[in-house]
């Protein structure tokens, strides 16, 4: 069997048999990957550290008949304040059902992968409210994959929007609308909101740690951002209620 090591971060497992999982490891060298963890549940086991959510480490992966079994893990984080805080674990799970759904098999990602690795960095350790760095994860997250949503011009008629006081997010449209282009079902957005989000695409990923964001801005940007991620991936996210503020 061919072997392979790859630095990754556990997004998810389910349990099979009596004492072994499957786990979607999101790896920096091919994307994500499944793996089965055989008899990690044991008492003792070797691969219990690494069968967890949010671990991440080097992994030792065997090939076969087009599977993945774990066979080692060096384990470098676990990152385990996100479990010792509602809020902390929150964002954290969020951040992962983000990357799950916008990953897919095989599609490697260094820049996701760094960014991945710095969010849950500053939703366990740091000061600021995980919610703020989720969300500044989730916009990163979505630039990063060439979704930046529209927030300087109206993405209806291109209308500068930075002098208007009336705004509106539209995922259908492709981001931030004016007053005139707005629908019944577009989300308010707030001028600050607007320029919240262009901040932190500006940053590098050593500043997330710097966001702090009022709380009405918050309020916003999780509902237009958590719309707009699922209206472009297609997909159902976590809810992003649970972001607690
Ligand atoms: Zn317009």
Do not use: W
């Not at 384990?75 to 992962?96: H, I, K, T």
């Not at 291109?158 to 539209?170: N, S, T, Y």
């Not at 709380?215 to 509902?223: Q, S």
């Amino acid at each position: 069997m061919a072997s392979l090591t790859l630095n990754g971060i556990v997004l998810r497992h389910a349990n099979y048999r009596d004492n072994d999982r499957i786990l979607t490891i999101f790896t920096r060298e091919q994307g994500t990957v499944t793996a089965a963890a055989r008899g990690c549940r044991k008492c003792g086991s070797a691969l219990l550290a690494c069968s967890e959510i949010f671990t991440y480490g080097e992994f030792v992966l065997f090939e076969g008949r087009g599977r993945y079994t774990v066979d080692a893990c060096d384990v470098r984080e676990r990152f385990y304040a996100l479990r010792e805080d509602m809020d902390r674990l929150a964002a954290g799970a969020y951040m992962l059902s983000v990357t799950e759904a916008c990953t897919p098999k095989g599609q490697q990602s260094e820049a996701l992968f760094d960014l991945l690795y710095y969010a849950l960095s500053y939703a366990a350790y740091g000061k600021q409210a995980p919610v703020d760095v989720a969300l500044c994860f989730l916009a990163r997250c979505l630039a990063i994959l060439g979704y930046t949503p529209r927030l300087t011009r109206c993405a209806c008629c291109g209308e500068d929007l930075r002098a208007l006081p009336r705004l509106g997010f539209d995922p259908c449209a492709g981001g931030a609308v004016c007053g005139a282009c707005m629908r019944p079902d577009s989300i308010a957005v707030s001028p600050l909101s607007l320029e919240a989000v262009r901040r932190m695409l500006l940053l590098s990923n050593q500043d997330m740690e710097k966001v702090a964001l009022p709380e009405r801005v918050r309020t916003e940007l999780k509902a237009a951002l958590n719309a707009y991620a699922e209206h472009v991936l297609e997909r159902k996210l976590r809810p992003a209620d649970q972001l607690r503020c």
